[in-house]
Nanobody, 122 residues
Framework: HVQLVESGGNSVQTRGSLKLSCVESGYTRSRYLMAWFRQAQGKEREAVAAINPLGTAYYDDSVKSRFTISHDNAKKTLYLQMNSLKPEDTAMYYC?????????????????WGQGTQVTVS
């Protein structure tokens, strides 16, 4: 049974930094595309960043040069380092895993989801 548990969300000031973590259990990560999505109140869930088993990272234009996605295979943990945070980054952030691949930005590519961690920037 695959489980994803996020942590690290908090309230920060504009231009601050946060590092989100997502601990995985129940599978071998090497087979999965992993991603961070976010959902602001009243808006659709959107892709923020993803990383494939080869370590190639993908980013939404809105976070390029500010956010960095990474993965520690030994700790089975996915990270999202967020710098220069803006109020528009305020959202619930979700970790996701794709067993079969697909478009990294497409929600339907992911079949496992965490419960989310809240990030508030003011």
């Amino acid at each position: 049974h695959v489980q994803l548990v996020e942590s690290g969300g908090n309230s920060v000031q504009t231009r601050g930094s946060l590092k989100l973590s997502c601990v995985e259990s129940g599978y071998t990560r090497s087979r999965y595309l992993m991603a961070w999505f976010r959902q602001a109140q009243g808006k659709e869930r959107e892709a923020v960043a993803a990383i494939n088993p080869l370590g190639t990272a993908y980013y939404d234009d809105s976070v390029k040069s500010r956010f960095t996605i990474s993965h520690d295979n030994a700790k089975k943990t996915l990270y999202l380092q967020m710098n220069s945070l803006k109020p528009e980054d305020t959202a619930m952030y979700y970790c996701a895993a794709s067993e079969y691949g697909g478009s990294w930005y497409d929600r339907s590519s992911y079949n496992y989801w965490g419960q989310g961690t809240q990030v508030t920037v003011s």
